[in-house]
């Protein structure tokens, strides 16, 4: 069975760890994020992940939370879609719109390790909090 078969539907967060190439481990979401991914069969991916516990605005426009509130926001939430297309147990994921303004019109390039009912994404190693780090995102099928 194909990659692209073993991806297809919705998928929820079990963990996201960091490891740095010195070794130092951190939980970018914290110990227990919450967040979901779905493939479709027509190539589109669609993620969220967020930190649990996340604290309501003080007021209920968001357009009227304080800088403080907007930057906790950011930095405790991570969405993005795009396209995605496999090569082997290569996942590229072309980012057409996101939480991050980085990523947008990038590709973001994941390992694939499939056990049982849950998938294992690595990433290339990257900067995050100012040091290379490697990100391993374990999800289990809804």
């Known amino acids: 069975m194909s990659i692209k078969n073993n991806l297809l539907g919705t998928w929820k967060l079990i ?6 190439t010195s070794g130092e481990v ?10 979901y991914i779905t493939f ?6 669609f993620l969220t992940v967020t930190t649990s516990g996340r604290a309501n605005f003080e007021k209920p426009d968001r357009l009227k939370a304080s800088l403080e509130e ?4 950011l930095d405790t939430c991570s969405a993005y879609c795009g396209s995605y297309q496999v090569d082997g147990e290569l996942l590229f994921m072309n980012i057409l ?37 490697i990100v391993t995102v374990i999800w289990e099928k809804v």
């Open 15 to 20: 963990s996201m760890k960091s490891e740095s």
């Open 70 to 73: 907007k930057a906790q926001a």
């Open 97 to 133: 719109c996101g939480s991050f303004p980085n990523w947008i019109g990038k590709v973001q390039k994941r390992h694939c390790v499939f056990e049982g009912n849950k998938f294992i994404a690595t990433t290339e190693p990257r900067i995050s909090g100012g040091k290379e780090v």
């Open 40 to 45: 479709t069969d027509d190539n589109f991916v």
């Open 26 to 35: 951190s939980y970018p979401f914290g110990q227990d994020p919450v967040g």
